[in-house]
């Protein structure tokens, strides 16, 4: 297969990759305020994230100008579609990891990531209440993705003094949150099973009440009601999705298996802060193990990606 064919089978769920690496680097900034750990890995992680993403930026671009109809293509699929607004979060949390290196950056990368997550936002929500195609079986975790992004604007945008706009995307996160989780739970419970390739997306359910605990950690600006139900429900599916560990073991490699990665990561910042707000000695040590696990998951993800990316397993015709 030629670079120009590869190039056309570039897929936009490769930014989930972003969003993990981001991830992680706002976990060990985070552990280098509570534990301590060298600052320095943060800041190493934070530009290689921002490398990555310039590359897949720029591969994508290419892509769409000379193979426009394959991204047609994907704005179409009901399950790809969901994905092409990892691209503006992954702008939000680039400017929320760089923002202590390099403020004026991160604003224009935050302020840009806001706005095109909003235009998705509006686009992906209009073209499921309009669509023609889209059915029970097509809704996966993965759909969380366009509406429930918001969430994550508010955790950099706080600081940046933005809090009317910060209060106006977490609005939009939390009521979508909530509408989707219950369509994703009664297609799971009344219908077929999520296929094997989808199984990963389960753990971007972690997410929203995660996420969302960090951001209202920064609106409310304390430990409240509130603030506790949601990091709770975090935990709790975490801890549901880990007790189903083999489930997950058996499953062959897939990109879709980097939607691991910035769900736990979240759950990770969630904990610290929840640490921070409480001084409870199993919550300290809660983060620290959670600190340990996503890390050696987004190593494990890399090598795996890598090594499929040699095998000539990524940018293929699906089978």
């Known amino acids: 297969m030629t670079g120009d064919q590869r190039l056309a089978h570039l897929p936009v769920a490769l ?38 993403f310039v590359i897949l930026a720029g591969a994508y671009t290419l892509k ?76 996966n975790p993965a759909w969380f993705i366009p509406a429930v992004g918001n969430i994550l604007v508010p955790i950099a945008g706080v600081g940046f003094g933005q809090i009317t706009v910060s209060w106006f995307f977490f609005s939009i996160g939390i009521i979508f949150w909530l509408v989707l989780l219950t369509i994703v739970f009664y297609r799971m419970f009344f219908h077929a099973p999520l296929p094997d390739r989808l199984l990963p997306t389960l753990f971007i359910m972690i997410a929203p009440p995660a996420a969302g605990f960090i951001a209202w950690s920064q609106l409310a600006g304390e430990l409240d009601p509130l603030g506790r139900i949601l990091v709770n429900i975090g935990l709790f599916l975490t801890l549901l999705l880990l007790t189903q560990a083999r489930r ?34 199993a919550l300290r040590w809660l983060s620290t193990g959670l600190l340990a696990l996503t890390t050696l998951l987004i190593a494990w993800l890399i090598v795996l990606t890598v090594q499929a990316g040699h095998r000539g397993q990524i940018c293929v015709a699906e089978g």
Do not use: C
């Open 15 to 52: 930014f989930a990759m972003v969003m993990g690496l981001s991830g992680l680097t706002l976990v060990w900034q985070k552990s280098a305020e509570v534990l301590a750990t060298p600052a320095a890995i943060g800041t190493l992680l934070a530009l290689t994230t921002a490398a990555v």
């Open 248 to 281: 997950f073991a058996a499953l062959p490699f897939a990109l879709s298996f980097w939607a691991y990665s910035f769900p736990l990561a979240a759950m990770t910042v969630a904990s610290f802060i929840y640490y921070q707000a409480t001084d409870l000695v």
């Open 64 to 139: 769409a100008l000379r193979h426009p109809d394959a991204v047609r293509a994907e704005l179409n699929h009901p399950v790809k579609l969901s994905f092409f607004p990892a691209i503006s979060i992954s702008l939000v949390l680039l400017g929320t990891a760089l923002r202590h290196l390099a403020p004026s950056l991160a604003l224009g990368l935050w302020g840009l990531g806001a706005l095109l997550h909003l235009l998705l936002t509006l686009y992906v929500v209009g073209r499921w209440m309009h669509h023609e195609q889209f059915e029970i079986n097509h809704i």
